[in-house]
C-alpha cells in the first residue's frame, strides 16, 4: 500500500468506498505525519482522540452504506474557525483559551459530510498578514525550500498553516479564509490550490471577523478537484449570515474536465508590472498559451483601477478591522489584564493581547474613520472600490469568462525578510488577490511551475459572480498542462 | 496627510488601546507610511461615484420577529475571565 498520505482527497474517496483502507487508517497515517512535522509548525492544536473518534464514527457509516461526499477524509481547519470544544484563537494571545461552545457553520457542514478533523492549523493573527509570521504561535515553515539552501521560508498568509499542512501531506486539505489574498498567496507559495469563492457563497457565522465586507472562507487543496470537493460542501445559504446568498450549491466537480473551449480569457495589461521578474512574466504567458491550446481565446483587457485596489484596501480593511475588533475589551471572553479602572482594563488588556500589526491597524483603522477624516479617507476608498468593481462588470460584459493572472508578483521569501522597516513592503505581496476581493469575485491560484531557485509559483483566474465552475474548468487545464508539484521532505 | 505623536495618542485613546511613550515614534513612522501609500486615492476622479455599501447585490434578508435562540446564558459567560453567576465582572464604573 502507498502512503496514505500522499493521496489526493479523490483518490482517498475511492480507497475508503472500495474498502481498500478504512478511515481510521487514513486518519492515523495523517496523524503521525503531523507529529513528524512540528518544525513546521503548522498546527497550533492537534485533536488526535476527536479525530480518531471521528474516524470510527464515519468508519460505522461506511460500513452500512450512510457516507456522506467527504466521508473519511482527514482535514485541518484554519484556527479562524469556531470549533465547538476544541480552543479557538485566531492565533492571538487576546483570545487566550476561548473555547467555543458553538461550531462554526462551515465545519458543521464538513463534520455533516462526513470530514474528520485532525487539528487547528496556525495563520497571521486576526488573519492580518501575508507571510504568518504575526501570529502568537510563531512563524510557520513551508515545506519547500530553495534548490541547495536549508533557509526556512515563509509558507505566505494569513491562511499559512494550511497551505503547509497540505503541501507537506499533513492534511488532505484544509479551510481557509481570504480578505485580501489569504487563501491564494500561500497556496501560490506552496505548489497548492486555493479559490476563494464569491463573497456570499460561504457562510461567515462562527469565522472570526476581520473585515466583514471583503472576508470569505474557502479551501486550500492538493489538486483542483480536491478544491472542487471541499467547496461544494463548504458553500451554501445560511439564514445565521446575512450575506450569504440563497443560490443552490452547484457539484463542482462536475466542471472538472469540462471543455473550455471558445471560452474568452482576459489578460489585464495593468498586471505588467514595472520590475516583474521574468520568470513570473514567462508563467504567465505558458499559462495562457495552455489555455489557448485548450481552445479558449485570449484578449487583452484593461482594468484601469488596479493599481488603487491595495491602497484603497488598506483603508476600507483596517477600518472594519477597527470595528470588529472593538469586542475584545477583556470583560467577556479571552485576555484580561488587571486595572482600577474600566477604561484602563480597555486599553491594557487590548495592548496585551494585540500583537504589532493588528495594533497597528486597529488604530489606522479608527483614524480613517474619526470625525474629519471619515470622507477624505473612508469615504473616498468606498468610491474607489466602486470603480475597481466596475472595471471588472465592464470587462465581463465585453463577454470575458474568465480573467489570468499571476498569482504573486514573486514566490516565498525568508522568514523576517520582508515588512521590517516599512509594513508596505509586505502589504505588496497582495497586489494580484487584493482585488478580487474588493470586487467580491471569486478567484482560485493554480500551481503553475517553479522559479529558477525551485520554489513554486502559481497562476491566478478570476471569474464572474457565483461562476466557480469557469474556475474549476479552466484550473483544470493548467494544472493538467503543469502537472502537480511536491515538495522533497527535509522535516 | 500625516499623523504627529499627540494625533497617535490621541488614536490610540480612541482605539482603546494603551500605547507608552517610547513607542509613540515608532508607531507614527508606521502609520505615516501606511497614510503615504493610501495617499494615491487622492488622484483617482470619485465625482459622481456612489460609495460601494454591499459588494453583491442583494435585498436585505429581515428575520422573522420571533425569538429562536436564548436561554443559553452559561454558554455566554463560560469564557468571560470573570463573571459571578450570570453576570461578567469588571472594575467599579461608578463611583
Excluded at chain 1, 144 to 163: C, D, F, H
Excluded at chain 1, 377 to 398: G, M, N, S
Excluded at chain 2, 58 to 74: C, H, L, P
Aim: glycine residues 10%; charged residues 20%; contains cysteine.
Amino acid at each position: 500500500m502507498t502512503d496514505l498520505t500522499s493521496l489526493t482527497l479523490a483518490e482517498a474517496r475511492k480507497g475508503l468506498a472500495d474498502k481498500t483502507f478504512t478511515s481510521l487508517e487514513l486518519t492515523d497515517a495523517h496523524l503521525s505525519a503531523i507529529e513528524a512535522a512540528r518544525v513546521l509548525n503548522a498546527f497550533v492544536m492537534e485533536t488526535p482522540e476527536q479525530a480518531r473518534d471521528m474516524a470510527k464514527a464515519v468508519d460505522e457509516k461506511i460500513a452500512k452504506g450512510d457516507a456522506g461526499p467527504l466521508a473519511g477524509i482527514p482535514l485541518g481547519i484554519k484556527d479562524l474557525f469556531a470549533t465547538k470544544g476544541v480552543r479557538t484563537t485566531a492565533c492571538s494571545k487576546i483570545l487566550g483559551n476561548f473555547v467555543p461552545t458553538y461550531e462554526s457553520t462551515i465545519t458543521s457542514q464538513l463534520w455533516r459530510d462526513g470530514a474528520v478533523m485532525l487539528g487547528k492549523l496556525n495563520n497571521d493573527e486576526f488573519a492580518m498578514g501575508s507571510a504568518n509570521e504575526t501570529s502568537c504561535f510563531g512563524p510557520v515553515g513551508n515545506p519547500w525550500r530553495r534548490e541547495g539552501s536549508n533557509t526556512t521560508l515563509v509558507p505566505g498568509g494569513s491562511s499559512g498553516g494550511s497551505a503547509s499542512a497540505v503541501a507537506a501531506l499533513l492534511c488532505m486539505g484544509a479551510t481557509a479564509t481570504d480578505t485580501g489574498g489569504s487563501i491564494r498567496q500561500p497556496a501560490a507559495f506552496t505548489a497548492t490550490v486555493g479559490i476563494k469563492p464569491t463573497y456570499g457563497r460561504c457562510s461567515r457565522w462562527g469565522i472570526v471577523a476581520f473585515a466583514s465586507s471583503l472576508d470569505q472562507a474557502g479551501p486550500i487543496a492538493r489538486s483542483v478537484r480536491d478544491a472542487a470537493m471541499l467547496l461544494r460542501s463548504m458553500a451554501g445559504h445560511d439564514p445565521k449570515d446575512t450575506t450569504s446568498v440563497d443560490i443552490a450549491v452547484p457539484d463542482y466537480e462536475a466542471a472538472i474536465g469540462k471543455s473550455v473551449k471558445g471560452m474568452k480569457i482576459g489578460i489585464p495589461k495593468e498586471y505588467r508590472l514595472d520590475g516583474m521578474p521574468a520568470e513570473i512574466e514567462k508563467l504567465w504567458s505558458e499559462g495562457a498559451a495552455w489555455l489557448k491550446a485548450a481552445g479558449a481565446e485570449l484578449v487583452e483587457v484593461s482594468l484601469p483601477h488596479t493599481k488603487y485596489a491595495l491602497p484603497a484596501y488598506y483603508i476600507v480593511a483596517p477600518a472594519e478591522a477597527s470595528s470588529n475588533l472593538a469586542r475584545y475589551d477583556g470583560v467577556r471572553y479571552g485576555l484580561r489584564e488587571q486595572a482600577k479602572n474600566i477604561v484602563e482594563l480597555y486599553e491594557n488588556t487590548r495592548a496585551e493581547g494585540f500583537g504589532a500589526e493588528v495594533r497597528r491597524r486597529v488604530m489606522i483603522g479608527t483614524y480613517v474613520l474619526s470625525a474629519g477624516y471619515y470622507d477624505a479617507y473612508y469615504l473616498r476608498a468606498q468610491k474607489v472600490r466602486t470603480l475597481i468593481k466596475k472595471d471588472f462588470e465592464d470587462c465581463f460584459a465585453r463577454g470575458v469568462d474568465a480573467i489570468l493572472t499571476p498569482a504573486t508578483p514573486s514566490a516565498a521569501f525568508g522568514i523576517g525578510e520582508k515588512g521590517g522597516a516599512d509594513p508596505v513592503e509586505m502589504y505588496l505581496n497582495d497586489i494580484f488577490t487584493v482585488t478580487v476581493n474588493m470586487a467580491g469575485l471569486p478567484g482560485i491560484a493554480v500551481p503553475a511551475g517553479k522559479d529558477a531557485q525551485g520554489l513554486p509559483l502559481g497562476l491566478q483566474l478570476i471569474g464572474r459572480p457565483f461562476e466557480e465552475e469557469t474556475l474549476f474548468s479552466l484550473g483544470e487545464v493548467i494544472e493538467q498542462a503543469a502537472g502537480r508539484f511536491t515538495p522533497a521532505r527535509w522535516w | 496627510m500625516s499623523v504627529d505623536a499627540a494625533t497617535v495618542r490621541r488614536i490610540a485613546h480612541l482605539a482603546r488601546i494603551a500605547v507608552s511613550e517610547g513607542e509613540v515614534p515608532h508607531l507614527q513612522g508606521e502609520l505615516n507610511a501606511m497614510l503615504a501609500f493610501v495617499e494615491q486615492l487622492s488622484e483617482v476622479n470619485v465625482e459622481g461615484v456612489e460609495p460601494m455599501t454591499s459588494v453583491t447585490p442583494m435585498q436585505m434578508k429581515k428575520r422573522q420577529d420571533v425569538v429562536d435562540d436564548g436561554e443559553i446564558a452559561d454558554d455566554i459567560v463560560a469564557n468571560a475571565p470573570a463573571t459571578e453567576g450570570h453576570f461578567f465582572l469588571v472594575p467599579k464604573v461608578v463611583e
